[in-house]
């Protein structure tokens, strides 16, 4: 009975194991999330007002690379930008502080001349609050990105300033 017992709950234990590492599906254009997007590093950073969201852009070494060096007009193949959002909260105990509250969304830009070319050479997709669910209907979700990012196209299509560091 101890035997059946302990292989249930070891039965158990590997399932929700398995359940909590499943991944996010992917964006509709079949984008997946990057994985270990967590351990990347801080290019850059900004604050939306008109959202009332902070947001931290990060990137893989070839973006950070990339963005160390200035060499991003245009940025390489390869590069992923990554910008992390979250709604602005007031700091409950210092009420000139603005802090993260409410996760929004995780969204990247892929840079790959020849897969995207009809994309101004970027790849985009975004995966909504903490359960990560896709962002768009279908594949035509994209236009949306390009209508925005329109306005930078005379930077490669990125709003992000790499932070200068020391």
Not at 75 to 103: C, M, R
Not at 156 to 164: I, M, N, Y
Request: net charge positive.
């Amino acid at each position: 009975m101890k035997l059946i017992s302990t292989l249930t709950l070891g039965a158990l234990l590997a399932a929700s194991s398995v359940l909590a590492t499943e991944k996010p599906a992917p964006a509709p254009n079949g984008i997946e999330l990057p994985a270990y997007y967590k351990n990347w590093r801080v290019i850059g950073v900004s604050h939306r007002q008109d959202k009332e969201s902070m947001r931290v852009i990060i990137g893989n070494d070839t973006a950070v690379n990339a963005a160390r060096a200035g060499n991003t007009k245009p940025w390489p193949d390869g590069s992923i930008l990554g910008k992390l959002a979250w709604k602005d909260q007031i700091h409950p105990k210092w009420e000139a502080a603005t802090v993260p509250g409410e996760f929004v969304h995780a969204e990247f830009m892929i840079k790959d001349s020849a897969k995207y070319v009809k994309t101004r050479g970027w790849g985009f997709a975004r995966w909504l609050g903490m359960e990560q669910k896709p962002y768009g209907a279908d594949q035509s979700f994209v236009q949306e990105c390009l209508a925005c990012h329109d306005q930078v196209k005379d930077n490669d299509s990125v709003f992000t300033h790499p932070v200068p560091l020391p």
